[in-house]
């Protein structure tokens, strides 16, 4: 079955730029969405085609993917942005998360 | 604005089944381009899919739960459920329904608030 990978944790200080991959093999071959979660919360779309950014989400967020790997970064991290986040993607008629990342902003 | 609901029972038996349906607002489950899926998430973990189904009947599942899950819609009431069967303390989770994309990247934009499911006699 397909996977993809994360760090288990990310850290930032606030306003400087956080990166977290996704990896899996050739996923620059397919769409990847990324999803931020706080405690308590569902989780929302902030990343979806790879790179497009859902309304309302702020163009602080960004994320490419390419090769084997997918990332997404936030530029000028604030504490509101410290949350879990997951990538997606599909494969072989399956939704495939990844493990998940928690960034921490300190 | 689309709204989706998650219901049923919070606790369920070993071995018993796990029913839960997801009530939509805001507009039709027979709406084209889009699949209704179920995700869960056991405490403190990550998001795993369960399965989706689109409005005529076609429906994905997880590989690994395969076996045990039916997934079924209501367009008359305008929800979709799940069933998940012979449940063990594994299963145990905190069970979202959402709203899918139909194209190659099946993104959810919609998610329900998501209920607690607890496995215990």
């Known amino acids: 079955s397909y996977e993809l990978t994360q760090p288990p944790s990310v850290s930032v200080s606030p306003g400087q730029t956080a990166s977290i991959t996704c990896s899996g093999d050739?996923?620059?071959?397919?769409?990847v969405s990324w999803y931020q979660q706080k405690p308590g919360q569902s989780p929302v779309l902030v990343i979806f085609?790879?790179?497009k950014r859902p309304s309302g989400i702020p163009e602080r967020f960004s994320a490419s993917n390419s090769g084997n790997t997918a990332t997404l970064t936030m530029s000028g991290t604030q504490a509101m942005d410290e949350a879990d986040y997951y990538c997606?993607?599909?494969?072989?008629?399956?939704?495939?998360f990844g493990g998940g990342t928690k960034l921490t902003v300190l | 604005q689309l709204q989706l609901q998650e219901s049923g029972p919070g606790v369920v038996k070993p071995s018993e089944t796990l029913s839960l349906t997801c009530t939509v607002s805001?507009?039709?489950?027979?709406?084209?381009?889009?699949?209704w899926g179920w995700i869960r998430q056991p405490p403190g973990k990550g998001l795993e899919w369960i399965g989706s189904?689109?409005?005529?009947?076609?429906?994905y599942y997880n590989p690994s739960l395969k076996s045990r899950v039916t997934i079924s819609v209501d367009t008359s009431k305008n929800q979709f459920s799940l069933k998940l069967s012979s449940v063990t303390a594994a299963d145990m989770a905190v069970y979202y329904c959402?709203?899918?994309?139909?194209?190659?990247?099946?993104?959810?934009?919609?998610w329900g608030q998501g209920t607690l499911v607890t496995v215990s006699s």
């Open positions: 085609q790879d790179s």
């Open positions: 805001g507009d039709s489950i027979s709406s084209s381009s889009y699949y």
């Open positions: 997606q993607a599909w494969d072989s008629s399956t939704v495939v």
């Open positions: 959402g709203r899918q994309k139909t194209d190659s990247s099946w993104y959810i934009f919609y």
């Open positions: 050739k996923l620059g071959d397919k769409f």
């Open positions: 189904m689109y409005y005529s009947g076609s429906t």
